[in-house]
């Protein structure tokens, strides 16, 4: 369990990160960065698959339409609404927008899945969101709160993708690993994302793409989406949707300090309390609970490799 929530953690650093990789592509067009970093994705998953299970594992009928709906959620519209947004908000105010992915994956897992969502949970949740509200408003909420623009709205819809990717995929899991679901939704989102990004000329970027340029692709890619998304499946398997996803307000605290670390912006106390906020409420939302042990439930043979 220790392993679960270090890599869980470690995933937030890594989405943290996106936003600054995010930032360096924000001239190129949403379809075509997207494709781009799922290329690379999706080749790093293929190998990976093959190292870990053995080849990629086969699909039936039933897993077809699942997996193109993780393609088209959590590879095509959050990516096209994340570079989209990119392009005219700010690597730190969209952290803040993508804070509110937990209560939407809170409210749609107790909705459709019957997690537990009790007084702790929610007072774990409230706590979290205020302090990723903290970390990037630096203790100032009228700064953020003062101007809605297009930019913000399209990272709002990365919000609605990434709560409809975290639940279709607890679903696929009951016949996928972690590492076969990502792969294959990755495979899928580049079906999606093909034609436009021919649209937007994609061979002409890629041509005229600078060492900086690639970097951010590459680091997209293998740790943003690879190594990312698969721990973060792993996290859900294990402690379920909305206790995995309350750990996505660590991303803010992350995008702050790789924004100081990088680009030199400023830090001040708010960080260190917005972040002490955000612990307590990922601690309270995962507390364990003094009741029975669970009943195991059978799971395929393929959800076990």
Known sequence: MLGTYLRLVATMSLWGGTFIAGRLLSHVGPSTASLMRFTVAGLFMILLCHRLEGGVPRLNRRQILPVLLLGFTGVFLYNYCFFSGLQTVTAGRASLIIAGNPVFIAAFAALFFREGFGKLKAVGLALS?????????????????????????????????WSSYTLLGKKVM??????????????????????????????????????MEWGAMLYLGVFGTGVGFSWYYQGIRTLGASRAGVFINLVPVNAVFMGWLLLGEPVDFSLFVGAALIFTGVYLVNRPKNAPAPVAIPVSPSARR
């Open 174 to 211: 009951a016949g996928l690993s972690p590492v076969g679901a990502v792969t294959w939704s990755c495979l899928a989102g580049m079906v999606f994302l093909l034609p436009m990004a021919l649209r937007e000329g994609v061979a002409a970027h890629l041509a005229g793409a600078t060492p």
């Open 129 to 161: 969101i205020t302090g990723a509200l903290t970390v990037i408003s630096r203790g100032h909420l009228d700064a953020i709160l003062a101007q809605v623009r297009p930019g913000d709205l399209f990272i709002l819809g990365c919000v609605f993708a």
